[in-house]
């Protein structure tokens, strides 16, 4: 329809842009179309999504003319980066600026940038209770989405500053799902202490996108935070023993022993846990269900979660 908006939407063959796309297309009253920007616009996912009824159009991060065009005529623009792809904290900023210049070329009227905390606001690099990383960082997947979200302010580009939460499929992808010990106990293990976490279903992120952008200007030059539930270590392994019928207890380690679990990654994990029960009134105070709810309200609970997704956890 002519009257129809149109989000462009980066990453949107990976978890939270094509969330937000097939949000987009789901909903037929949302006033909104979805521009899917992908890399390869002949990948599989890339045509499922074409399938679905979203426009498809090739873009790079790395590219800034490419998000420039990609830009071009959109309302709004759902930015990301994917720290996991190549590890980089300066590629991650380098990638964020190049959206935050092209939403400001093409004149987009609503961003959404899907960051995180600087967490060296909290834990200066001088302080060693928390080692620091690759020279300058605390948690470097964190960091620079934080550090990020300068570039679209100084560009006086209007955007929603969008706080993500753990994915609750990380238990499934990630390699954090119940693994069984030599003694034959089912474990999950967090470097979480007693502290709560902020958890998501990453479809749900999507969806709170889309029910921001339908908000209009309330939302723009504020942070919001998604999180379908806050949950303690314990309360997720008595969900996982309900859902998967077998039991699962919650091991919590010093972050230290998580930084040494050999997996690429486990020393910015562990440091991430360790901030995140540091300062859990803080982190768990940025991400409200009660608002993540009033903007999805198909918003999962984790047994909810669960319910659709157990047999896809693996017991290691």
């Not at 600087?118 to 989405?145: Q, S």
């Not at 990020?148 to 560009?155: V, Y």
């Not at 106990?185 to 990453?202: C, F, Q, Y």
């Not at 982190?283 to 047994?303: I, V, W």
Request: proline share 4%; hydrophobic share 40%; aromatic share 10%.
């Amino acid at each position: 329809m002519p009257d129809q908006k149109t989000i462009a939407v980066v990453g949107a063959t990976g978890a939270q842009g094509g969330g937000l796309v097939r949000a987009i297309v789901h909903d037929q009253n949302s006033g909104f179309i979805a521009r899917a920007l992908t890399r390869d616009i002949h990948s599989d996912k890339a045509k499922a999504l074409a399938t679905l009824g979203a426009e498809v159009v090739a873009a790079d991060l790395n590219d800034s003319e490419s998000l420039e065009r990609a830009f071009e005529g959109a309302y709004g623009a759902f930015c990301l980066t994917n720290f996991w792809e190549h590890g980089s904290p300066e590629k991650e900023l380098a990638q964020a600026r190049a959206q935050a210049h092209a939403a400001k070329q093409a004149g987009v009227q609503h961003v959404i940038w899907s960051t995180l905390e600087d967490t060296r606001h909290w834990i200066p690099l001088e302080d060693t209770r928390m080692p620091t990383l690759m020279g300058k960082y605390k948690v470097p997947h964190f960091d620079a989405k934080g550090e990020a979200n300068d570039e679209f302010t100084k560009r006086g580009v209007p955007t929603t500053f969008y706080l993500t939460s753990f994915y609750w499929e990380n238990l499934i992808n990630f390699g954090m799902g119940p693994k069984k010990g030599q003694d034959g106990t089912i474990r999950i293990t967090m470097p979480m202490g007693n502290k709560k976490l902020p958890g998501v279903a990453v479809e749900d992120i999507g969806k709170g996108a889309l029910g921001i952008f339908k908000k209009g200007l309330e939302f723009i030059g504020k942070t919001v935070g998604i999180a379908g539930e806050h949950l303690t270590g314990d309360q997720m392994a008595a969900a996982l023993t309900r859902a998967i019928g077998q039991k699962v207890q919650y091991q919590s380690v010093e972050p230290a022993v998580y930084a040494t679990f050999g997996f690429p990654g486990a020393d910015d994990l562990a440091n991430m846990f360790q901030f995140k029960q540091e300062f859990e009134s803080q982190f768990c105070g940025a991400r409200d269900p009660d608002l993540s709810r009033r903007l999805n309200p198909d918003l999962q609970t984790f047994d909810q979660w669960l319910a659709q997704n157990k047999h896809r956890i693996p017991i290691g």
